[in-house]
């Protein structure tokens, strides 16, 4: 007719899968559609009956074999099938025509239960296509009633009674499974039943080994009033009986045969009270199971209604009703970081990068400056000479004294404190202190003054080391012009052969990586892993490939800077600008390094410190009069204080019986002492530091009052503006280096990237049906519920499409029925 059964077996599979795939819901709406479950003590034929109804042999069995997992049966009749299969969609086996096979894997999904678990509520999912079996859905229980007869302890018989009663529950129909040689009075499955339906109105009982007892018996039994059921009893045989006439009757397909027979030879069978034989029973279960079905219909369909109602609400309200797909998502997801590399790409153009290339270029500046200017004693006699009359008196003789004497009593103090290190670490007191405890020491300041020393020695090579300001003034021979050109050749030689093809490339590349990295660890693609990396791989393969060509052009378009460089006064004027820029920007710089030198120590520990080293600079003193200073000024208290402590430590070493207590002791105010002298060295050299940075800071202003003076206004004096003549050859550099950089790697990568995006995204993503796979999607945890609510919608969509279809002919056969 139209196939109930069949049709809402259907759909309950759909919904107990859509029960599976969201965790944690309570509620189930497939259990609202009957099943048939089967109980009976152990050794009752309950496997027994069960494999005569399916005409298969499959169910574990043995003495030794317990199910411990409930068999969620369904048997899927299909008229055009040749060989019956079976399958366990949870494990993903399909097509399983080996029964050996499938009762293999029930053992091992039963022995899969620890035995300190005893039952597990995790049901087992077989179903069975066959061609002569009918559409039904059967439940083979844990035994509970096998296993409370064993030794278990009370708990285990409480989770199973649980187990078992979460399964006959309304509306399923109750199998009770009892063996004509045992009393009925003694029936667990009917003790159980009774419990439960105690009407028994959806309670069918099952003699089994109706040929072990007399039939006059067996009937009595099959048509007694004392347990009366009203679906009632049917007796059956569902082992092969030895009989006389017929002694090899061993296949499954032959039970049934016998059973027949068993039935036809005695008449006292024949009678209209009672009912025998599995293939009445199969027409029984069929009919009971298709009226309950029919009944449960309209509860079905209003609890589907309900959930898909709820469902919509919830996409609603969460997701204000957005559809997104697992490819949308990814194709979003990759718009968005074309969109961020689109807008990386117009915020970083030639002008961008010309600017970072620039900043670069400022630095080398300074540090060539550094080595070959600032510190040159000399300087201070140019800048006079450039300046004239305008100079405002500025310190040329002191700070050119200054710096020298600060270099010198830096240095001094340096090597006094390290002998103070070196002692302490010598010393037995604290031998963990390797004299750079809490002291970073700024390497700039280092650098400076190992310059310094350079450029000594370079003057000492000159011949004449200019020390005295008379002599300083008066002579500014062809010797100093020499001198000058010389010193300007040399620091732009080492401007343009710093290597700045490669440095330029790097730095941007590097900005670019930078860029890369930020665009994927915000979301989405944070979120995404394998994504996150591709992508990152991607861009630096991009750049690696561009990375040389790039290098060697930059270096070839500067090439002729290494021989003339050509400007107009225009880019004179600017980069004079620049250069004053780029001083005043030091001198900023050396202001907040002074602060914080100064915010390092207390106020009165460096300005006495202070006063000490200014003293040192000003009396000229000699490195030993420094160190003479700082340990009698300083130190030598505490060191004698400390000489002591060793002294003691040493005595009583020899005299006391317990060390530990002496070392402790010694250890615990030697380090109280060696603290304090830390706190001073810092002081100390934070002194040094600042009075090396003024010292710097006012080098700076002095050059940018040479570099402001109308003579640095004129190209040709670009001798005595060396920081001028820097700032223009490094502006036309930077200028080609961004020209080939633009050109070989930035126009390469921003047109590469966004294309290979695509390919590469979809490529890692794909599944075999070449669609993009939830993988991706499922790894946003966001997208991942809105997904599987939008997903639960679907399926509930089509279940209630397909309910709608069975109500709509069941109405149909009604009015049918009716008009008739
Ligand atoms: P279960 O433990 O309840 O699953 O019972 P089984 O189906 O394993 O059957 C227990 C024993 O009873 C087995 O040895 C079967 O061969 C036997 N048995 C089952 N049905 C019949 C029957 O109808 N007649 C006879 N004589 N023996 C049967």
Same mark, same amino acid.
């Not at 022995?111 to 995790?122: A, K, L, T």
């Not at 529950?169 to 003790?191: K, R, Y």
């Not at 569902?238 to 032959?254: F, I, Q, R």
């Given at each position: ?17 859509? #029960? ?52 969620? @049966? ?55 296509? !066959? ?17 409370? *007869? ?35 009075? *003694?029936?667990? !499955? ?17 003699? =089994? ?43 499954? =397909?032959?039970?049934? @045969?016998?059973? !027949? ?19 009445? %029973? ?32 919830? +996409? ?49 500046? +300074? ?27 500025? %310190?040329?003789?002191?700070?050119? /004294? ?10 001094? +103090? ?22 750079? /405890? ?17 450029? &000594?020695?370079?003057?000492? #090579? ?9 002599? $300083?003034?008066?002579?500014?021979? =062809? ?5 000058? &050109?010389?010193? %300007? ?15 330029? =490339? ?51 378009? +500067? ?89 003691? $430590? ?78 223009? @050859?490094? $502006? ?30 979809? *490529? ?53 029925? *009716? /008009?008739?």
């Amino acid at each position: 007719l139209m196939d109930l059964t069949k049709r809402l077996l259907e759909i309950q599979t759909l919904l107990k899968s859509i #029960e599976q795939s969201d965790s944690g819901t309570s509620k189930s709406i497939s259990m609202q559609l009957p099943s048939i479950v089967v109980i009976g003590s152990q050794s009752s034929g309950k496997s027994s009956v069960l494999e005569a109804i399916v005409g298969q042999e499959f169910l574990p069995k043995g003495n030794n074999m317990v199910t411990r997992r409930p068999i969620e @049966l369904t048997l899927i009749h299909e008229p055009g099938l040749e060989t019956p299969y079976g399958e366990f969609p949870a494990l993903g086996l399909n097509k399983m025509k080996d029964f050996k096979a499938i009762q293999r894997t029930l053992v091992d999904l039963n022995n899969s239960v620890p035995d300190s678990e005893c039952v597990s509520d995790r049901p087992i999912e077989l179903r069975i296509h !066959a061609n002569n079996i009918p559409d039904l859905r059967l439940v083979d229980l844990p035994g509970y009633i096998q296993i409370t *007869n064993r030794k278990q302890p009370e708990m285990l018989k409480h989770r199973i009674r649980m187990l078992c009663e979460k399964y006959l529950v309304e509306p399923n129909i109750i199998l009770a499974v009892c063996a004509a040689d045992v009393d009925l009075a *003694n029936s667990e !499955a009917l003790l159980e039943s009774r419990r439960i339906d105690p009407l028994g109105m959806r309670t069918i009982g099952i003699i =089994t080994k109706v040929d072990t007892v007399e039939p006059r018996e067996a009937v009595r039994m099959l048509s007694q009033s004392d347990y009366p059921l009203h679906l009632g009893y049917v007796g059956v045989i569902c082992k092969p009986v030895k009989h006389k006439s017929d002694h090899n009757l061993e296949k499954n =397909t032959e039970v049934v @045969l016998s059973e !027949a027979r068993y039935f036809q030879k005695n008449l006292e069978f024949r009678r209209p009270d009672i009912s025998v034989g599995v293939g009445f %029973l199969r027409k029984k279960l069929v009919n009971v199971l298709e009226e309950s079905m029919s009944r449960s219909l309209s509860g079905l369909v209003d609890a589907v209604q309900a959930d898909l109602e709820e469902t919509k609400y919830e +996409i609603k309200v969460q997701y204000n009703d957005e559809r997104i797909t697992a490819e949308s998502y990814m194709t979003e997801c990759i718009d968005i970081i074309k969109q961020r590399v689109k807008q990386f790409k117009q915020n970083f153009g030639k002008t961008q990068v010309r600017s970072e290339i620039q900043k670069y270029m400022d630095s080398r500046i +300074i540090s060539i400056c550094e080595e070959l200017y600032w510190n040159d004693p000399r300087a201070y006699q140019m800048g006079e000479h450039v300046l004239g009359g305008s100079s405002r008196g500025w %310190l040329s003789e002191t700070l050119s /004294n200054v710096t020298h004497a600060v270099s010198v009593i830096a240095t001094a +103090i340096e090597s006094a404190l390290t002998e103070i290190d070196k002692a302490n670490v010598g010393s037995t007191v604290s031998p963990s202190n390797n004299g750079d /405890n809490g002291y970073q020491y700024n390497n700039s300041a280092k650098k400076r003054r190992a310059i310094k020393k350079k450029n &000594d020695d370079e003057f000492s #090579e000159l011949g004449r080391v200019p020390n005295n300001r008379n002599e $300083q003034k008066d002579v500014w021979s =062809t010797e100093n012009d020499i001198y000058w &050109d010389h010193k %300007l050749d040399r620091a732009a030689s080492m401007l343009v052969k710093s290597g700045i093809g490669r440095n330029t =490339t790097k730095l941007v590349v590097d900005l670019i990586m930078d860029r890369i990295y930020e665009i994927v660890d915000t979301p989405p693609f944070s979120y995404h892993p394998d994504a996150r990396n591709r992508v990152v791989k991607m861009a630096s393969e991009i750049l690696r490939s561009k990375y040389m060509s790039t290098v060697e052009q930059v270096e070839n378009t +500067i090439k002729p800077f290494k021989y003339e460089i050509e400007y107009e006064s225009r880019d004179w004027d600017a980069a004079r600008a620049s250069s004053i820029e780029l001083l005043d920007r030091e001198i900023e710089m050396c202001k907040k390094e002074i602060k914080k030198e100064k915010s390092k120590v207390s106020k009165r520990q460096l300005n006495e410190s202070m006063k000490l080293v200014k003293q040192a600079v000003d009396s000229g003193v000699k490195f030993n009069n420094v160190l003479t200073e700082i340990i009698s000024r300083q130190e030598t208290p505490r060191r004698q204080e400390f000489d002591n402590v060793d002294n003691l $430590q040493e005595n009583d070493v020899g005299k006391s019986e317990n060390n530990n207590v002496v070392g402790k002791n010694s250890a615990g105010q030697g380090q109280f002492i060696d603290m304090d002298l830390v706190i001073n060295k810092e002081a100390l050299r934070s002194a040094v530091q600042v009075i090396s940075l003024q010292n710097y800071s006012q080098t700076l202003q002095f050059r940018k009052q040479v570099v402001s003076s109308s003579a640095c206004a004129k190209a040709e004096n670009k001798k005595f503006c060396m920081e001028v003549f820097l700032e223009l @050859l490094s $502006q036309k550099l930077a200028y080609s280096a961004v020209l080939f950089i633009n050109y070989e790697l930035l126009q390469d990568f921003f047109f590469e990237v966004p294309r290979n995006l695509d390919v590469q995204m979809y *490529n890692l993503y794909r599944n075999e049906a070449g669609k993009v796979a939830k993988t991706f999607a499922n790894q946003n945890p966001k997208i991942k519920a809105h997904l599987a609510l939008l997903e639960r919608k679907e399926r509930l969509e089509n279940v209630m499409e397909r309910l709608a279809r069975i109500v709509r002919a069941q109405n149909l056969a009604e009015s049918y029925k *009716n /008009n008739w």
